[in-house]
């Protein structure tokens, strides 16, 4: 089946300008992450989705920085007045966010877009 | 101490040969463990989940300590198309958020 896409691929942009970061979930998956991935450094963290819950938004590194998901599915991220240390790869996961019922562990699985390459000159 | 540790690498193999990764995490109420590869400018794509005392799939052997925190994957009879890098990556305890080491750089060379 389809997984996660994005999209774009890449993107260029002159420090200052507002970019719009588009992730589609795989279809039925409740749960939808944002992460970025820096040169060198590991995935962090940016923002979750749960459904029609409110995001949890602790990740997300500044107020240039929001998300949002419509009708469940697909979300977009954007980044006001880029910077350029918003250069990174940004990545988007689903997942069926499955707890196990006796343990109450949170046991899903994320699913990897191929993500988006923005570059802020 | 970060949150999640890993070899810097990179490791450089030839092939058949077998090579472990090792991984410590700072927070003892973790609860989910996995092993994810990432190809080169690709997405992070899970390799194995590790449970309880650790788990067994074809040439990758993954174990958890959790007295040290700690956390390993063993490749045997290591293949070029082994060559990637391997992110270790924990979940706490009723938590969504996974927390990724900054991964380790393998090359199997022939």
């Known amino acids: 089946g389809a997984g996660v896409s994005q999209s774009p691929s890449n993107k260029v942009t002159e420090k200052g300008k507002d970019v719009e970061l588009r992730c589609d979930p795989i279809?039925?998956?409740?749960?939808l992450y944002w992460y970025r991935q820096s040169l060198g450094q590991g995935l962090e963290f940016l923002i979750y989705?749960?459904?029609?819950?409110?995001?949890?938004k602790s990740g997300l590194p500044s107020d240039r920085f929001s998300a949002e998901r419509t009708g469940g599915s697909v979300s977009t991220l954007t980044i006001q007045r880029t910077q350029q240390e918003d250069s990174a790869v940004y990545l988007c996961?689903?997942?069926?966010?499955?707890?196990?019922?006796?343990?109450?562990?949170?046991?899903?699985?994320?699913?990897f877009g191929p993500g988006t390459r923005l570059t802020v000159l | 101490r970060k949150e999640v540790e890993q070899d810097p690498g990179p490791f450089n193999v030839p092939e058949g040969a077998t090579v472990a990764f090792n991984c410590t995490y700072s927070n003892s109420a973790s609860q989910s463990f996995f092993w994810y590869r990432q190809d080169c400018r690709k997405e992070p794509k899970l390799l194995m989940s590790v449970y309880s005392s650790g788990n067994e799939d074809g040439r990758f052997t993954a174990q958890l300590n959790r007295a040290s925190q700690y956390i390993s994957l063993l490749i045997r009879d290591s293949k070029l198309s082994d060559s990637a890098t391997y992110l270790c990556v924990v979940r706490g305890a009723g938590s969504y958020q996974l927390t990724f080491g900054k991964g380790t750089k393998l090359s199997v060379i022939p």
């Open positions: 996961a689903s997942s069926l966010s499955v707890i196990r019922r006796i343990s109450g562990i949170n046991t899903d699985t994320q699913y």
């Open positions: 279809s039925g998956h409740t749960a």
């Open positions: 989705f749960q459904g029609n819950s409110a995001p949890d």
